[in-house]
């Protein structure tokens, strides 16, 4: 009788602590003596023994367990460009060359040709004139004809191309900079660890994209003040750029995570569950 006594009152308080620990738990809610017996015996059955948890891992378990619904996180969209594409597009564009009857003093001196190409567009049209705007002097037919065939429609053309070769890549440099990423606070606290790595890795790479359209943007630029020199996207852009595959692996990283903590929300009864069960078997096990 003192033995059945003492067992008894064994069963009671530890499964008045495991009642204390799980509190919140409904299925818990009124756990006694009965339920730490059987828990016991389906313990001693099991083969193989389950393994003891960690600290971490009940750390983990804990926090699941107190775990409420948050509200739900959208996916990260980055639109990416397609950077083997537009190298292969801007190589070309580097290489090209334009037919006129070049003005050696202005395709030598691209900063005093592009004052000039700007002054002659001065003197046409609507400010059409005979006088130069400048120095005031005559502005001669003959010196005009030089000037309109070196900054001929193909050359004006070409940079016009170039332009908004240029404006493109700021484009896409502004869209991905001002890409936002989901604060760690939203998120579960088991996840909020995964998801600040796993967005400062995917700011990292959005980084060296734009970095690597920086360095076609100065190509294009210098292409734009050198017409007529035939450049190579080697001479300006630095080996080793990122080509966007990283990227698009990091933000399915994050994309990853935000699933994960959807899930949670999804089936939050479910993973509240899960944890106190495991935290009930191991309780029991010790």
Known sequence: QKADKAL???CIEKAKLIKEALLGSAEHANYDKRRFRQAIIQLKDMSPQPRPLSDKQKKSLRKQKELKAK???YKVSVPIPDVGRLRSQISTLLK???VSKVIDELAGDP???AWVQQGLSLHKGE???DTCRFCGNEFSPQRRS???AHFNDAFASFQREIEQAISGIESQQQSMKAVEFPDASRFYDHLAADIKSAVEAAKQEIDSVIQTL????????GKKANPFEVLTLEEVEPGGDSDGTSLRVAIEAVNSIIEKHETVTKNLKKEIKGACQALEQDYVRE
């Open 8 to 10: 008894d009152d064994f």
């Open 71 to 73: 509200p739900s996180i």
């Open 96 to 98: 090209r060359s334009i």
């Open 111 to 113: 900063q005093v040709g």
């Open 127 to 129: 400010r059409e004139t």
């Open 146 to 148: 030089e000037l309109e």
């Open 214 to 221: 920086g360095h076609f943007k100065d190509a294009l630029e």
